[in-house]
């Protein structure tokens, strides 16, 4: 079992269009990676790239101890799950997931077996003399998956696997897919831009935007920790209070309240507040950090409401939004909430780099 390595990986397809910049990071054979991040920032190129169907402007791809950068991808002993499964729709599920080894020259009995094996771990035994036109969206989706699965690869690269799914169906086959990666003591690398597919089934997360890698964690780390305004604003639902305040002596000014600012070397203009809804409460007995504000909007969750609060403030009004327990009496008025010390997060206003980077 290898790890799989990018060095310094770049793709320029035009002086304009440069998708990836500079992306470094490993992915051992006990980890499951996932390239988040939004719309058109890399994460499909970067996979694309790692196994071969793009070709790297610089840098390079490292499987063990082998430069792989210019490898042809039939060498390179990858399997991809693809978005729209790429079955072959003449051909039954057997065959679909039998192709692959039937290429390579696998004896009969060997491929019979390896079959066996897959669709066992992914539920297909009763399917396998169907069409993929026969089946429902979760069964393609796991025939496409059991496909790279037959194949026991070096390395197993997916995606946006579920996106064609429903919200139920995806559940379902995000936690067979968590189950099924995890036997596999092999790196996976995942693409995704659901935040919540990137938290669930990653041991390592690494969030791109602009073809930049923003932060590389574990998912706790990415949530808890944000490196920067960017993955701040992208990691959570719903999204981080990020407010732009001015400072005074060392405090933030949130409208007519001081919040004070953490320990840092100088003390800015300006800075960035940011806090969680989930974090923001009614206070106790010992909160500090309290402010008043204006109840405007009040959002029904299920679980819990999410509350507008408009701070009055000399600019333009200032919302912070808390989460709170549907029990929580909450009526359109005025409303006094808690931020909690340990639960801010302060963010440098031109960098938007975090100012604060705390210890797990
Ligand atoms: N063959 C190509 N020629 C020119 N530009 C391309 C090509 N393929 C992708 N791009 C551009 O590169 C950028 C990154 O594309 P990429 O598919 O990697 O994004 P992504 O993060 O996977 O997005 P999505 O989530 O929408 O799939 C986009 O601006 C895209 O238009």
């Known amino acids: 079992m290898a790890t799989l390595e990018l060095k310094n990986l770049n793709k320029t397809y035009s002086p304009k269009v440069v998708p990836v910049k500079d992306i470094s990071l490993t992915v051992d054979d006990n980890e499951f990676l996932t390239l988040l991040g939004p719309s058109g920032c890399g994460k499909s190129t970067t996979l694309r790239m790692i196994a071969g169907l793009e070709e790297v402007t610089r840098g390079h791809i490292i499987l063990g101890n082998e430069d792989i950068t210019f490898k042809r991808p039939g060498d390179r002993n990858m ?12 051909m039954t599920v057997y065959e679909n997931l039998a192709s692959g080894l039937k290429l390579k020259k696998v004896p009969h009995g060997k491929i019979k077996q390896r079959v066996a094996e897959v669709a066992e771990i992914l539920g297909l035994e009763e399917l396998l003399q169907r069409k993929p036109g026969q089946l429902s969206g979760g069964q393609r989706q796991r025939v496409a998956v059991g496909r790279a699965l037959v194949r026991n690869a070096q390395v197993y690269l997916l995606d946006e696997p579920l996106s064609n799914l ?7 086959v995000r936690a067979d897919i968590k189950q099924i990666f995890a036997a596999q003591q092999v790196p996976v690398v995942y693409v995704t831009h659901d935040q919540t597919e990137a938290m669930t089934l990653s041991t390592k997360v690494a969030v791109l935007n602009n073809g930049y890698v ?5 998912p706790a780390r990415i949530y808890n920790h944000p490196a920067n305004l960017f993955v701040a604003g992208f990691v959570g639902s719903p999204q981080m209070n990020l407010l732009t305040l001015p400072c005074q002596g060392h405090h933030a000014i949130l409208g007519g309240f001081q ?8 003390v800015p203009p300006q800075i960035v507040l940011g806090i969680r809804p989930e974090h923001v409460r009614i206070p106790q007995d010992r909160d500090t950090n309290i402010i008043k504000g204006r109840v ?35 009526s359109n008025g005025e409303m006094t909430l808690a931020l909690p010390h340990e639960n801010i997060h302060w963010f440098d206003v031109e960098s938007g780099d975090s100012l604060v980077r705390k210890s797990e």
């Open 214 to 218: 923003q932060q590389l964690d574990p």
């Open 259 to 266: 919040i004070p600012l953490p320990d840092i070397p100088t």
């Open 166 to 172: 429903d919200a139920l169906l995806r559940e379902r």
């Open 79 to 90: 399997a991809m799950v693809f978005q729209s499964y790429a079955l072959y729709p003449h």
């Open 296 to 330: 405007f909007l009040v959002e029904n969750l299920g679980m819990h409401n999410l509350v507008s609060v408009s701070i009055a403030s000399q600019t333009e009004p200032l919302t912070v939004r808390a989460l709170l327990p549907p029990e929580q009496n909450i």
